[in-house]
């Protein structure tokens, strides 16, 4: 009577892969522009089994799509945080090497001063002896 006995199970298989999207992700503008637009959800209409039967194929058809907007959207965020990640990564090395470089020129005029004050010092005390 029910055509499509594997629906609940692909649903839930949809929906354990929206789960792992933390709450606040929903609230942010940002999609890829290279994906399409994002497919919409049927509505389920149970009220005669031929209706849910449509509804069934909808779904499925939709299941589909919606995987291969989501794979999409996975792949092209993974490679726009990458690319983040990696400017970063440089902008941080770029300033770590300039503050490197600043504390090794405080430090070897801290070297050369003391021991200029030391030397100039110790020959003051000689000459007054």
């Known amino acids: 009577m029910l055509q499509k006995g594997f629906l609940l199970a692909s ?7 929206v789960a792992c999207v933390p709450a606040h992700a929903a609230e ?8 399409g637009a994002e497919p919409q959800a049927p509505v389920v209409d149970v009220s005669s089994v031929e209706k849910y039967n449509v509804s069934v194929d909808k779904v499925s058809a939709y299941e589909k799509t919606a995987r291969a ?15 983040i990640s990696n400017e970063a990564r440089d902008k941080i090395a ?12 405080i430090g070897a005029n ?7 004050l030391k030397a100039g010092g110790a020959k003051l005390q000689k000459a007054a002896h």
């Open 69 to 83: 907007y989501n794979a999409c959207v996975s792949r092209v965020a993974v490679k726009e945080e990458t690319a």
């Open 110 to 116: 801290f070297t050369q001063l003391t021991t200029a």
């Open 94 to 105: 770029y300033i770590h090497d300039g503050s490197t470089a600043v504390q090794q020129r």
């Open 28 to 35: 942010r503008a940002w999609v890829p522009s290279t994906c």
């Open 11 to 17: 649903i839930g298989g949809l929906v354990a892969m």
